[in-house]
Each structure stands twice: as C-alpha cells, then as structure tokens.
C-alpha cells in the first residue's frame, strides 16, 4: 500500500538456523554490517571466521562457538591469516590462551603485538622481556607497568633502540637517566634530554 515503509526480507545470518553454506556466502557480502553479523554467528565455519577476523576481530572473539570449537581443536586457529590473528591478539579482551598462542608462535610479528596486551602476567612480560627481538622489548620497555628491575635492564639493552624507548619515560628511576644521559647514542641522550625537560616529569628513586 502507498505510504508503507516496505522491508526488505531478513538475511539468514540473522536467524539461528542459517547454515554455514548460507553464512560462507555471506561473508562476502559487500555490507560491512552483514559480514560483522557473519563473524559473530555460532554456525560460521573456522575457516570463514579466519578470513573474518582482520576486519571484525571484537566479533569473532565473542563468537559463542568459540569455546567448542577450541575444545575440539586447541591449535584451530594456527592456519588463519596472520592479519586476522594478529588483530585478534591486539584486543584488549584478547583472553589468555590466544595470548599464549602468541607467544609461542614462531613469528615475531605475534610476539610484538601481544607485547602492548593490557593484562600481560608478570610471567609473560618477564618472557617477553627477554625476547631476541629488539623491537618486542621495546614494547615491554613503553609499558606502565613495567617494574624498575626491568626499567634499569632496559636502560643498558645493547639496542638502542630499545633504550630510545626507556629514554621516552618520565618515571625512569634515577640511575637509568644517568646511564641514559652518557649513552653511547647522541640520539638516546637527546631524548633523555627532552624527556627530563617534560612538565610531567617526576623521577623514582633508585
């Protein structure tokens, strides 16, 4: 009738029953919010929530098949994309196995981004800390709530790099600046230089 609004038909993934045909279909869909509504659906296969995960990471994790299918398949996610897992572990709610998938995996790409993780263990940032990679221990050093023991270790790392990042903290303990401002880098003592010159600049002892 003239004057009704006429909606178009729910898609399947909508509904509870669509199938994981329908669903892999889907999941090509041009519509960003249909494709979204894919990832977070129960009957979506592994493999399409792999393809999924780069662009809706919060909704794969939600997903409520989630727990079942790593309980039939611990390492079910080891053949995903490494965008989509990666943006995976990137999640704040990024739970604590996938963070242990993480560090084990044998790319350092997992490991430098499990390193910014809010709720990193003492553990795993002790772990991550001692990483070959100059630039997952630079993560470690940028962290809040990195302790003073791993600060000062920080402060002496043969990379500089990794002591450009120590050297951007305001909250360095003393006898870090002091190693900091001699270092062997005109760029880390710069840096150093300008981080003590902050407003917001306050010192630990130590």
């Known amino acids: 009738m003239a004057g009704e609004t006429e909606h178009s038909p729910r898609p399947p993934v909508l509904t509870a029953r669509a199938t994981a045909d329908e669903l892999a279909s889907l999941s090509l869909s041009a519509d960003p919010a249909v ?16 393809t999924l995960a780069a662009d809706f990471p919060a909704e794969v994790l939600r997903n409520p098949a989630l727990p079942l299918l790593r309980l039939a398949n611990p390492r079910f996610m080891t053949g995903w994309p490494q965008a989509g897992l990666i943006a995976l572990v990137r999640r704040p709610d990024a739970p604590a196995w996938l963070r242990a998938l993480a560090l084990t995996h044998p790319r350092t790409e997992y490991q430098v981004a499990v390193a910014s993780h809010p709720a990193l263990t003492a553990a795993e940032r002790a772990q991550l800390a001692a990483h070959p990679a100059w630039l997952v221990r630079a ?15 920080f402060a002496h790392d043969p990379d500089y ?6 050297a951007s903290r305001p909250d360095l303990p003393e006898r870090s600046v002091a190693a900091l401002l001699n270092d062997p880098s005109r760029l880390v003592q710069q840096v150093m230089r300008q981080t003590l010159g902050a407003p917001s600049a306050s010192r630990r002892p130590g």
């Open 161 to 166: 790099g990794v002591r450009l990042a120590a």
């Open 35 to 50: 494709r979204a509504a894919v990832a977070a659906h129960p009957n979506t296969t592994p493999h399409i929530l792999g």
């Open 139 to 153: 993560r470690i050093a940028a962290r809040p709530d990195t302790p003073l023991d791993l600060l000062d270790a």
